[in-house]
């Protein structure tokens, strides 16, 4: 061998040590990027896959009422809920080899470097599903080297510390398809009106063409091109084994509808209602309120769309639209509390400021049935008389007087029963009957009613003159609706999360406030609004309603300088509306006075149209007899009027009415001298304080 060959083979040895050298180098290099790849993935730990989604609210009737979400429309749907033609297609046309990779397509990303370094700029993308998911959780869009690097790392994180399936359902549920649709359920409903899981096939290849060009691929918006996209995704599924051609051709010939909106599009309905569902939400519930409002939860509501559109309609029709005047309005189911329609106002845009919730405003007589239902509680009955005339009453200890007026300045002169009291809404009899109780009896009944702001201790009380929350006001009336049982205003039946688990749930009873025997004799007088038969120096307060009036209600106006009141109930809904201006400056207008009954009655009638009529069925521990209405004794031929009346067991007038009755000594109506016997334990009843001055 000749030393030119030696040579030739030192350097071939050389050679070979040099590549063998250079391939363990590569291979101890790519070996420590990977483990130092896995340490990274493993020490930093599964990246957040947290985002943003659509909470909606839903009406009694679970039908979507309004929806918030961070400006991305999204509704996360599991795999299994995604039609799996929709699944197969995204994989054809976005990533091949998604589940036999580790989140990288090698071979695409050369020949994507190749275009790039060609072009010398970044026009080709070879991102795998799990680069696009990590790319839509954590990074922006921009076409950058260093976005790729950190793109590179996040998809690591995510291929090393969830599953497939998991990446895949992120990634469908995340990925942006135009029209503020972000994932493929948002998609689906807006393009198809339908959910995923209900795509067909031609649906669901023309769905996943929309990514890589939401805009230009768009099928509201240039159906051609989206058409053209759809047909290549489904040779791509051919091709990838997922389909067959005969599936194929029918999948391009079906004829697709594109609908274009949003199913849940619905935020001006009720907006009042939906401040106050957050309202309780936060407060009450106590849920916090980004992951209320961007959580993907679903909230059920106990609002009634039907409903509430009456209330809105009538409230355009009555109120004039010029006027300053100001409306609160809620309906009620008095069985649970539920509230099924609520205004706050005249104009949400104009102050979202909530004058049923947020506001406190004096009640005016609607406290009386609350004050009256206490009288029945310590002896009185609806036979009770009192005089009413002028009267002045002293309190603070001597140093202060009270002479309270009558509507028109009108006074019977005369003994008045109880159920004519309240249908004239006497206020001489009001105020005598809160000094013969005791102050403390009104104020204790008020927190049994589910008032929470307190009742003064003055003779005026008696009139309304304590502030109250609107809604609770109207809500009290329950009581008398729902056989003594009170409940609370309740806008939240349940609270889902996007995977369906329960996380709140209204379960709360109503609870005895009253005697259900008391609270029926008070429902009943509460009819006498508007019976004529219980006029006499003064007419009944819903005299001008009977026109509009086709069925049995119990209801109480209530008037201030500033406020009007109506609130009432059937058997099976309660209503109630208070109007007045923000300012608390008096209502003199005749128009604003009439709001509030015209509302109330017309949205009673419109409400329950077409329902069954309701009676208030009398329990057995009450009896009806048929009274004068004047005197409160038996009706008889000697007596003009009659009115059936219902009484406590044993507690009824036993003596006729005549033309003398009266005339001399106490009428046997009067309330009893001595405290009656307990009725059956109340929840929160005070001690009793009996007061011996009355007013004859």
Same mark, same amino acid.
């Given at each position: ?149 950190? /793109? ?5 994180? +995510? #291929?090393?510390? $969830?599953? *497939?399936?998991?990446? =895949?359902?992120? @990634? ?107 309202? /309780? ?5 106590? +849920? #916090?309120?980004? $992951?209320? *409002?961007?959580?993907? =939860?679903?909230? @059920? ?127 001489? @009899? ?267």
């Amino acid at each position: 061998m000749g030393r030119l060959e030696r040579r030739k083979r030192r350097k071939a040895g050389k050679a070979l040590r040099y590549s063998l050298l250079s391939i363990v180098l590569a291979a101890g290099l790519w070996s420590l990027l990977v483990v130092g790849l896995y340490f990274y993935a493993k020490t930093t730990g599964p990246p957040s896959v947290a985002v943003s989604q659509s909470t909606i609210l839903y009406s009694a009737g679970d039908e979507p009422i309004g929806e918030h979400h961070s400006g991305e429309k999204r509704y996360w749907q599991p795999l299994d809920k995604i039609a799996p033609d929709a699944i197969d297609a995204t994989i054809a046309i976005e990533d091949r080899k998604f589940f036999s990779h580790n989140g990288f397509d090698f071979k695409r990303i050369a020949g994507a470097v190749v275009a790039d370094i060609q072009a010398m700029a970044k026009v080709q993308g070879a991102s795998t599903i799990s680069q696009q998911y990590a790319r839509n959780l954590y990074l922006s869009h921009d076409k950058t080297w260093s976005r790729k690097f950190n /793109e590179a790392l996040y998809t690591v994180r +995510l #291929e090393w510390n $969830y599953d *497939k399936d998991t990446i =895949l359902e992120g @990634y469908l549920n995340t990925i942006y398809y135009g029209h503020g649709a972000y994932g493929i359920e948002a998609a689906s409903q807006f393009y198809f009106d339908k959910a995923a899981e209900d795509l067909t096939l031609a649906e669901a290849a023309m769905l996943a063409g929309i990514p890589k060009s939401p805009s230009g691929y768009s099928p509201v918006d240039y159906y051609d091109n989206a058409k053209d996209r759809q047909e290549l995704i489904l040779d791509e599924m051919i091709s990838n084994g997922a389909i067959s051609e005969a599936e194929a051709d029918e999948a391009k010939l079906e004829e697709i509808k594109v609908t274009g909106i949003h199913a849940d599009e619905t935020e001006d309905l009720a907006p009042y209602f939906q401040d106050a569902v957050w309202a /309780e939400l936060e407060g009450e519930i106590g +849920l #916090e309120p980004h $992951y209320l *409002k961007y959580g993907g =939860l679903k909230i @059920y509501t106990t609002l009634d769309p039907e409903k509430q559109k009456i209330a809105e309609e009538i409230m355009s029709e009555v109120v004039p639209e010029k006027s300053k005047i100001e409306v609160g309005f809620a309906a009620l189911n008095p069985k649970n509390g539920y509230v099924e329609a609520l205004i706050g106002g005249k104009d949400y845009d104009s102050s979202p400021f909530n004058r049923m919730t947020q506001a406190v405003r004096q009640p005016g007589s609607t406290l009386k049935p609350i004050l009256y239902t206490a009288a029945l509680e310590h002896g009185f009955t609806p036979a009770t008389t009192m005089r009413s005339e002028p009267t002045t009453f002293t309190y603070d200890n001597g140093n202060s007087e009270y002479s309270p007026l009558n509507f028109n300045h009108k006074f019977a002169n005369d003994d008045i029963t109880l159920a004519q009291a309240l249908a004239i809404s006497d206020n001489i @009899y009001a105020v005598k009957t809160h000094e013969f109780l005791g102050h403390n009896v009104l104020s204790q009944a008020g927190k049994r009613f589910g008032l929470e702001t307190k009742i003064d201790n003055r003779p005026a009380a008696a009139l309304g003159t304590s502030e109250v929350v609107p809604l609770q006001m109207v809500n009290a009336y329950n009581v008398f609706a729902n056989g003594g049982k009170r409940t609370k205003p309740v806008f939240v039946r349940r609270v889902e999360t996007a995977d369906g688990k329960v996380i709140y749930e209204h379960k709360e009873k109503p609870v005895k406030a009253v005697d259900s025997d008391i609270a029926f004799v008070m429902s009943h007088m509460l009819t006498g609004t508007f019976d004529p038969a219980l006029n006499d120096y003064s007419t009944v307060t819903g005299i001008t309603l009977l026109n509009e009036k086709s069925r049995e209600y119990g209801a109480k106006s209530g008037t201030t300088n500033s406020d009007q009141w109506m609130i009432g109930f059937s058997p099976s809904l309660t209503a109630g509306i208070w109007t007045g201006y923000d300012e608390g400056t008096e209502i003199t207008l005749s128009e604003d006075k009439a709001i509030s009954k015209l509302v109330w009655i017309r949205f009673m009638e419109r409400a329950l149209e077409g329902s069954k009529e309701e009676y208030f069925v009398p329990p057995d521990g009450v009896v009806a007899v048929t009274i004068d209405p004047h005197s409160g004794l038996l009706s008889s031929e000697e007596c003009e009027g009659q009115r059936t009346a219902y009484f406590l067991s044993k507690t009824e007038p036993v003596e006729a009415c005549s033309n003398q009755t009266g005339e001399e000594g106490e009428a046997p109506g009067e309330p009893v001298m001595t405290p009656p016997e307990e009725p059956e334990e109340i929840e929160e009843a005070d001690a009793d304080t009996w007061f011996l001055d009355r007013w004859f």
